[in-house]
Nanobody, 115 residues
């Protein structure tokens, strides 16, 4: 299993970014996918989740209405669109899949929100 995130960067408050996670090594269309984030000194938290078909999504209360998770099964890719970014959104964002009771993670992509 390999998960490779991209799209992070430095953005001003109120700005937007789109993160991508390219997956390989498993049947992508058969698994729900998740985005987590971890800020310095804090525990890793679930930000958004998407079902196999993409019809069902869930978000942390802190990002609801500002972030959108989506997936393209034909491209083996899951996305996270971030809008209305706040300084408290600064974190390393990780793509995740749980497969046979094992969590797999990408290397993460840094998102920094600062003026």
């Amino acid at each position: 299993v390999q998960l490779v995130e991209s799209g992070g960067g430095l953005v001003q408050p109120g700005g937007s970014l789109t993160l991508s996670c390219a997956a390989s090594g498993f049947t992508f269309s058969s698994y729900a996918m998740n985005w987590y984030r971890q800020a310095p000194g804090k525990e890793r938290e679930l930000v958004a989740a998407i079902s196999i078909t993409g019809r069902s999504t869930n978000y942390a209360d802190s990002v609801k209405g500002r972030f959108t998770i989506s997936r393209a099964n034909a491209k083996h890719t899951v996305y996270l669109q971030l809008y209305g970014l706040k300084p408290e959104d600064t974190a390393v964002y990780y793509c995740n899949v749980r497969r046979v009771f094992t969590d797999y993670w990408g290397q993460g992509t840094q998102v920094t929100v600062s003026s």
